[in-house]
């Protein structure tokens, strides 16, 4: 599976802030918000493009515009902080959105929300969470969409451990990972270290 990891100095810098414990809520969407828009500018750099004639106040030109907008899949709660910003970049993308929450018990993800296209061949679509820990979530958000018969996945995240990128990678299915960082590994209570904690939390408050 390709994982592309964001090599970037602003990226560092967005990322030091959602890690640091002391950022609030504000400053951590925001942060979020920024970043998003780094892995997204990374995510759609090799998309095929559409030539187009363009006249500009002086003369005529070519220009081009992305051939297939991705659809854009928020993974709740998480994953919301994510949309707004890719949404704003690509503005003619479509969005699905699923739900899912882990059991903070046994780290298994609880769906509570599917809301998405029924066909999804020939889309490619960009899978928004900030988390890959076990993978669990994000596996069943990929299994969502190749049961819609979807064959050209990105799945975007600011932090991922080493176990989740495993996960993926030992499901087969067509999914490539761009990410802020690739951390240490799990805790006991599956919590990427060091991580930055409870994403959903931090943007929104305990659940
Ligand atoms: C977080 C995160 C991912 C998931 C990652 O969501 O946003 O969706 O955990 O963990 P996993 O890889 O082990 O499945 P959470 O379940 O805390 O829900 P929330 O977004 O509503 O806070
Ligand atoms: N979900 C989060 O929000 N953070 C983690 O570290 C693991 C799962």
Same mark, same amino acid.
């Given at each position: 599976m390709p994982? %592309?990891?964001v090599d970037h100095p602003? *990226?560092?810098?967005r990322l030091a802030t959602m890690r640091d414990?002391?950022?609030?809520?504000p400053a951590f969407r925001a942060a979020l918000s920024d970043l998003t828009q780094?892995?997204?500018?990374?995510?759609?750099?090799d998309a095929p493009s559409t030539q187009v004639t363009i006249q500009t106040p002086i003369a005529t030109c070519t220009g081009s515009r992305l051939a297939k907008p991705p659809l854009l899949v928020p993974v709740l709660r998480a994953g919301l902080g994510m949309?707004? %910003?890719a949404h704003a970049m690509v503005p003619e993308a479509l969005v699905g959105f699923v739900g899912v929450a882990r059991d903070e018990a046994t780290a298994t993800p609880v769906p509570y929300l599917e809301s998405l296209p029924d066909d999804l061949a020939g889309q490619p679509v960009f899978v928004l969470d900030p988390m890959l820990a076990t993978g669990g979530s994000m596996l069943h958000t990929i299994e969502l969409l190749v049961a819609r018969? *979807?064959?050209d996945i990105t799945v975007?995240?600011?932090v991922s451990a080493p176990e989740g990128i495993a996960a993926l990678e030992k499901s087969g299915h067509p999914v490539r990972?761009?990410?802020g960082a690739v951390d240490d590994g799990l805790n006991e209570a599956s919590y990427i270290v060091p991580g930055l904690g409870d994403a959903g939390d931090r943007q929104f408050g305990p659940r």
């Amino acid at each position: 599976m390709p994982v %592309q990891v964001v090599d970037h100095p602003l *990226a560092a810098a967005r990322l030091a802030t959602m890690r640091d414990k002391g950022t609030d809520n504000p400053a951590f969407r925001a942060a979020l918000s920024d970043l998003t828009q780094m892995l997204v500018y990374e995510a759609l750099a090799d998309a095929p493009s559409t030539q187009v004639t363009i006249q500009t106040p002086i003369a005529t030109c070519t220009g081009s515009r992305l051939a297939k907008p991705p659809l854009l899949v928020p993974v709740l709660r998480a994953g919301l902080g994510m949309v707004e %910003q890719a949404h704003a970049m690509v503005p003619e993308a479509l969005v699905g959105f699923v739900g899912v929450a882990r059991d903070e018990a046994t780290a298994t993800p609880v769906p509570y929300l599917e809301s998405l296209p029924d066909d999804l061949a020939g889309q490619p679509v960009f899978v928004l969470d900030p988390m890959l820990a076990t993978g669990g979530s994000m596996l069943h958000t990929i299994e969502l969409l190749v049961a819609r018969n *979807a064959t050209d996945i990105t799945v975007l995240c600011v932090v991922s451990a080493p176990e989740g990128i495993a996960a993926l990678e030992k499901s087969g299915h067509p999914v490539r990972l761009v990410v802020g960082a690739v951390d240490d590994g799990l805790n006991e209570a599956s919590y990427i270290v060091p991580g930055l904690g409870d994403a959903g939390d931090r943007q929104f408050g305990p659940r």
